[in-house]
């Protein structure tokens, strides 16, 4: 399926400009200040002067609220408050290649500079692909966790070329390929590692991504400004975002038409205990703006919800619709999985939905993907499943229907 952003990109003369010059110089750059440094990095600063701001192009963040980005002359300072779970914020310094490295004090004293555009990015995580992919920089995607979670078929393409390698295969990192590989940075899956201080005595910069811990949809998507500000898409991403946001303005308007909400469970079992979403997450909010019931709606935690069947059954038994992330392929498998779902609504009905689908059949699960860029795709096909009436002729991106038999 085409995206919508290459179709908006392609509608002003401006967008069409910037496209060019980011061939050379990066978002934002001028060429008459622009050059190749002495590695081929192009669009770097030359005849530096302090008083210049090379960073005209500048994101502003209204939903994500996990980094902040602040701006000066020749650097940027990316924030991510909670890089994991608990953890303190950390800073980076994103410096414009060619410019000289500031000397900071306070709490930036320390933190780790790098140069900006980066050529060679590390990616722990899958979702960072969709954010470099829809601003023209797959071509910076030297390094993948494990390829075959990735969907992506620009990714996949460079895999297979030999001009993307694995390097984390089962999630444990191969430190001695990531230092031989020296990449100018490895971008976390928004947990810790115990093998990243090695990467970073060995001068791998370490930066966090962590938009999975935004509780809204719009917030995780706004990440896409966060890896442009180390890609130097600053353009590109803004006006990606923005048709996003606008995108899921419309879908969360048509979700409001519905005449009446309709029930949802959510989640599913495992060892016994089942994992629902709670009413303020990324989920919970998904059904809300689809036009859903959701009975954990009061809840207002961000995160997940644990909890037994037994609980899950008195709240919600009865609800029509059941949406879940396990890849079920019948009726059998579901009751065969657990025969307690048996006792479910929504499986007596056959309205068990699954978002397990991949890009052609191939890599991981796409909803935790590119799901990530475009929860306005996402929002379409909850509201075709909760509200048929407003979506017909409504094709399935991420979800499908589990057959009863």
């Excluded at 910076?140 to 460079?158: M, Q």
């Excluded at 879940?324 to 499986?347: E, F, H, M, N």
């Excluded at 007596?348 to 699960?365: F, M």
Aim: glycine share 10%; charged share 25%.
């Amino acid at each position: 399926m085409t995206a919508p952003r290459r179709r908006h990109r392609l509608r002003t003369a401006a967008l069409l400009l910037a496209g060019l010059l980011v061939a050379s110089c990066g978002d934002g750059s001028s060429p008459k200040d622009a050059k190749a440094d002495g590695g081929g990095r192009a669009g770097c600063v030359t005849d530096f002067s302090s008083d210049k701001d090379y960073f005209p192009v500048k994101s502003t963040v209204t939903h994500a609220e996990n980094f902040t980005l602040r701006y000066e002359k020749s650097y940027q300072v990316l924030t991510v408050k909670q890089p994991y779970p608990n953890a303190g914020p950390e800073s980076y310094i994103l410096v414009k290649c060619g410019a000289p490295k500031p000397s900071l004090s306070g709490d930036l004293a320390k933190a780790p500079q790098l140069t900006v555009p980066v050529r060679s990015l590390y990616s722990m995580s899958t979702t960072h692909l969709p954010l470099l992919t829809a601003t023209d920089r797959a071509d910076v995607v030297t390094g993948v966790a494990d390829a075959s979670l990735v969907n992506s078929g620009e990714i996949r393409d460079r895999i297979k070329a030999g001009k993307t390698a694995e390097y984390a295969k089962g999630g444990t990192i191969n430190t001695e390929k990531v230092i031989a590989a020296k990449p100018d940075v490895l971008v976390t899956q928004g947990s810790d590692d115990p093998r990243y201080p090695k990467l970073r005595s060995a001068g791998i910069p370490v930066v966090a991504n962590a938009e999975w811990l935004e509780p809204t949809p719009l917030g995780r998507a706004e990440w896409v400004k966060a890896m442009a500000a180390l890609t130097g898409a600053e353009q590109t991403a803004g006006q990606v975002f923005q048709d996003v946001e606008n995108a899921y303005a419309q879908a969360t308007a048509r979700a409001a038409r519905a005449r009446k909400p309709v029930d949802v469970l959510s989640g599913s079992m495992f060892q016994g205990t089942w994992t629902m979403a709670a009413g303020g997450s990324y989920v919970g909010t998904l059904i809300k703006d689809a036009g859903g019931t959701y009975p954990w709606a009061g809840d207002r935690g961000t995160g997940s919800l644990r909890l037994g069947f037994e609980a899950v059954y008195a709240k919600a038994g009865g609800a029509r619709l059941w949406l879940t992330d396990q890849p079920w392929k019948s009726g059998g498998d579901i009751t065969k999985a657990d025969s307690r779902y048996g006792r479910l609504a929504a499986v007596r009905d056959g309205e068990v939905w699954t978002n397990t689908r991949t890009a052609g059949g191939e890599g991981g699960n796409d909803f935790y993907e590119r799901g990530v860029l475009r929860p306005d795709l996402i929002l379409d096909d909850m509201t075709a499943i909760l509200h048929p009436e407003l979506a017909k002729g409504h094709t399935f991106v991420f979800y499908e229907k589990v057959p009863t038999r």
